[in-house]
């Protein structure tokens, strides 16, 4: 059994899809003679021609016309009869059908690449691509594709990206494992938003299974079982059901407020990525978006920034879908570990701690001032709040107000009708704004807490790396302390704070940050009932006894035992 940590609750059996790229090994061995060889070559060129095929096809759905025309430059090259007709006329001299691959290929890319006419030079790149597909063929391997997965797997992977986690087929996608990772890598949280079961953090995984075995993800526990015994399936089953009665039996709480013994109400609030998952978040008795991470909106455009039309068309739909219900979009949040293909950011030693966010918009303010157009002029098809990511000084919150404040004006000047009540607000995620929030509080309209970065940044541990996630501590009591300033320093000038991190979601967290005065819970769309069921059991005065007590604490193991005797 291996461990790792669960980052998207669930059962899943199944049989193991590796995302891996095979390692290639071409020998020039003829075993069963030179027609055998010629066999097994021109099988590989068909089976390459259909998985061009097939991947485009795949594509055509996300791709533009000149995106997909890459494809049929692989397809001409893949049909190339000069190409063919030379590895048949090595096969024919006596040599493997993989080594005469190689070597026309070899000598075809070199070819191209030692061309003046750059557009040929390009072209080595496509050849490169097409003849690894084809050298994998000839020699029985498998090229691991996401988007080409047509039954029921388990993807095993070292790392997903974010972009390979939004090419999952939850169709087909029974769960995933990886072995990087931590509970608040953007992979987990995009497990979580497509309520695929995941463990993540897994050490020695993509050793230890082999494509096709059968194995237990345990995303509960986070446990895989390898090759597992009848025993152990029929168990897992068993607890799989149980985990999916217990869901169900939560859904009695869909359409109820989230009030406490004593009558103190909270909101609790979905996160999203984009309009389609706004259906998640109402059928899971969201009463709001407490986050949407627009980045996704970024991150899915493939050649330039997503234009203000785009844009404003995802946001109409978000507002309108959530039904005037109140929905806090969070402007541009790049950089770190979030990618674009159309846009290099630059080398830097501390991605985490570098060139994004809010200090990426105010640089480029030409890209944030087309969100910001494009969010104000959606306002008027909801009730929006707009935050900025990673506000870490006072300056730089009053920079963003003072662009936003201008592109409104200009929209009105324009003629085009606004909402007079959007609220802006700001994240709390660096520790500087936590400690300085009662300032900051006379300036933003509301805090969302974030704890992912928020916890990083205070016990210096990046969130990416699994052998420094025992410093992952929600309960540590220096954690605490800054949710308090922050929630204090919100209320103290009358304002409301929200946390839209993965803690606002943590079960064991809930008592002492409802105790501690939190006025909403975002979190992932599937967390929601169980919080809910949770709030309602408990007494808001004995929180506030209990949240006390755990911020007077030295670790978060006394915090967590604090919070138990409490709740017994
Ligand atoms: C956070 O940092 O807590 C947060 C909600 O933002 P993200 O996870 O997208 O960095
Ligand atoms: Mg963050």
Known sequence: MLKGIAASSGIAIGRVYKLQAPVIEVFNEVKEGIEKEKERFKKALEKTIDDINKVKQRAAANLSKEELAIFDAHLMMAQDPEFESQVVGMIEEGNSADHSTKSVSDMMISMFESMEDAYF????????????????????????????????VIVVASDLTPSDTAQLNKQYTLGFATEIGGRTSHSAIMARSLEIPAVVGVKGIMDTVKNGDLIILDALEGNIIINPSEEEIKEYNLKKEAFLEEKKALQVLVNEKTITLDGHQVDLAGNIGGPKDVEGVLNNGGEGVGLFRTEFLYMNSENDFPTEEEQFNAYKAVLEGMQG??????????????????????????????????????????????????????????????MFPM?????????????????????????????????????????????????????????????????????????????????????????????????DGAHSQGKWAGMCGEMAGDASAAPILLGLGLDEFSMSATSILKARKIIRGLNKKDMEELANKAIACQTAQEVAQLAKETLK
């Open 391 to 487: 506000i870490a000084t006072i300056k730089e919150f009053l920079d963003a107000k003072a662009i936003f404040l201008e592109e409104k004006e200009k929209l009105v000047k324009e003629g085009v009708k606004v909402s007079e009540n959007i609220e802006v607000g700001m994240m709390v995620e660096i520790p500087a704004a936590a400690i300085l929030a009662d300032e900051f509080a006379k300036h933003a309209d509301f805090f969302s807490i974030g704890t992912n970065d928020l916890i990083q940044y205070s016990m210096a541990a990046d969130r990416m790396s699994e052998k420094v996630s025992y410093l992952y501590q929600p309960l540590n009591p220096s954690i605490l302390r800054l949710i308090k300033l922050t929630i």
């Open 121 to 152: 030079k390009e072209r080595a790149a496509d050849i490169k691509d097409v003849s690894y597909r084809l050298l994998c063929n000839v020699l029985g391997l498998t090229i691991p594709d996401l988007t080409l997965i047509d039954s029921e």
């Open 325 to 386: 219900k109140r929905v806090v979009v969070r402007t541009l949040d790049i950089g770190g570990d979030k990618k674009l293909n159309y846009f290099t950011f630059p080398e830097e030693m501390n991605p985490f701690l570098g060139y994004r966010a809010i200090r990426f918009c105010l640089d480029r303010t030409d890209v944030f001032r087309t969100q910001l157009r494009a969010l104000i002029r959606a306002s008027v098809y909801g009730k929006l709040c707009i």
